[in-house]
């Protein structure tokens, strides 16, 4: 049997962006429903260490972390749907979202925080080695580099910038792009060319992430010349994979502006997106930060716009009954 779910704040997805909606709209009298999607806790129950949510002195772990999020935003009164939603209709209020099973959800407000999804080379090396050397974060895992040779592949903003980021931790970062010139933006690119602890090997592709012996994860990289089909190997502990993200936005096309790379447009410093009523928070909407800290400072904002657009649509609905 099918259900009806009605809530003044529809939220879809459980990661830090959703779930800190969820705690901000519970505690403003909201009642909030939380669509938990494939992945509940979203991207950090995928990782081990966190080492830069601020509230924790030692290592956390993400998993851990959502756990007591979604905790926290249960106590204060959210409820939890194990359910992923399929079908969006926002062309009239409450707006009307369907999940797998045909269950139905009635928003006054709806928040999304669906998330990202890095993009990967397809390797089954890069697969085995994921976190244990190979990541698609540099600001979340670099220090966990630090004094070791790294790579960052891609030739995008998000490369560069990440290479960058990684002389922080590291003197001897390579940039290995597959093209001869760069997509990142010129700024960014004088930045890295200028910078002594960063090599470009251009024209060159990945072939394999090789493992070490027993635990000891990444130590080095089997790359191809594009151009003479020449093998090399390059010696490094860290491999950053910076090629780009999917947000999760496949279910609002045609019914959202998203920009050129399929992420929701918001209002600059709001979350309000072109549907008056329907919010976008996380990295869903952000493809610069991509943080749980920020996603989590975006999904309060969610709440917080979606708190004052039903405070405002309450008003002028009572204001039209006391003019009849
Ligand atoms: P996500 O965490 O991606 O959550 C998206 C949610 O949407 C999920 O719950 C999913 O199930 C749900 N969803 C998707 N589609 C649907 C649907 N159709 N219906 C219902 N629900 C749906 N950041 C840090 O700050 N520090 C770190 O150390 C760190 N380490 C990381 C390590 C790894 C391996 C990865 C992958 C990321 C890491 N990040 C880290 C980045 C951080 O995890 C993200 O920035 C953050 O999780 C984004 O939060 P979000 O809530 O926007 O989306
Ligand atoms: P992007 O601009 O799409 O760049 C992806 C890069 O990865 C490209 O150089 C691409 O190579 C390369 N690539 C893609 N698939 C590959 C593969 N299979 N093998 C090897 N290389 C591959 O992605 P992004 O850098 O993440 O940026 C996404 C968007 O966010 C952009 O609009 C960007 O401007 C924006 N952004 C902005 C900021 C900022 O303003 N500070 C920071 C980060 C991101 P080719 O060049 O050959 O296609």
């Known amino acids: 049997m099918t259900a009806t779910h009605s809530t003044r704040m529809l939220i879809l997805g459980s990661g830090p962006a ?4 969820a705690i901000y709209g519970a505690r403003a009298g909201m009642a909030p429903i939380v669509v938990q999607g494939i992945q509940p806790g979203g991207q950090l129950t995928t990782t081990t260490d966190v080492e830069n949510y601020p509230g924790f002195r030692e290592v ?9 999020m979604q905790a926290q935003a249960e106590h204060v009164g959210a409820q939890m ?14 707006f009307r979202l ?3 099973g045909g269950h139905v959800y009635l928003g006054d407000t709806l928040v999304i925080a669906t998330g990202a999804q890095a993009k990967w080379l397809g390797l089954d090396s890069e697969q085995k080695l994921r976190g244990q050397g190979v990541s698609a974060c540099a600001t979340c895992d670099g220090f966990f580099f630090r004094g070791k040779k790294v790579a960052v592949i891609g030739g995008g903003n998000t490369a560069v910038e990440e290479a960058l980021y990684l002389t922080n931790h590291s003197h001897d970062v390579t940039l290995i792009h597959r093209r001869d010139t760069l997509r990142a933006e010129k700024i960014l690119q004088e930045r890295l060319f200028k910078h002594h602890g960063v090599k470009v090997l251009w024209n060159t592709e990945v072939e394999e992430f090789v493992g070490g012996e027993g635990n000891e994860g990444l130590v080095a990289l089997n790359l191809k010349d ?29 019914h959202l502006e998203l920009d050129a790379d399929h992420y929701i447009e918001v209002e600059p410093g709001t979350t309000r997106t072109s549907v008056p009523g329907v919010f976008a928070c996380g990295d869903v909407m952000d493809k610069i930060y991509r943080q749980a800290i920020t996603a989590a400072g ?3 904002m969610a709440a917080l716009d979606a708190e004052r657009y039903l405070a ?5 609905a009572e204001e039209a009954v006391a003019a009849e």
């Open 98 to 100: 369907v999940g797998d």
């Open 60 to 68: 956390i772990q993400g998993p851990w972390l959502m756990e007591e």
């Open 226 to 254: 594009t151009r003479t089909g020449e093998s090399s190997r390059l010696d490094v502990h860290g491999g950053f994979v910076a090629i780009g993200h999917h947000p999760a936005t496949e279910l609002f096309q045609g």
């Open 312 to 316: 405002e649509a309450d008003f002028e």
């Open 81 to 94: 749907m194990w359910d992923t939603i399929v079908e969006v209709d926002l062309s009239q209020r409450p």
């Open 18 to 21: 959703g779930l800190s909606a």
């Open 298 to 300: 975006t999904g309060c």
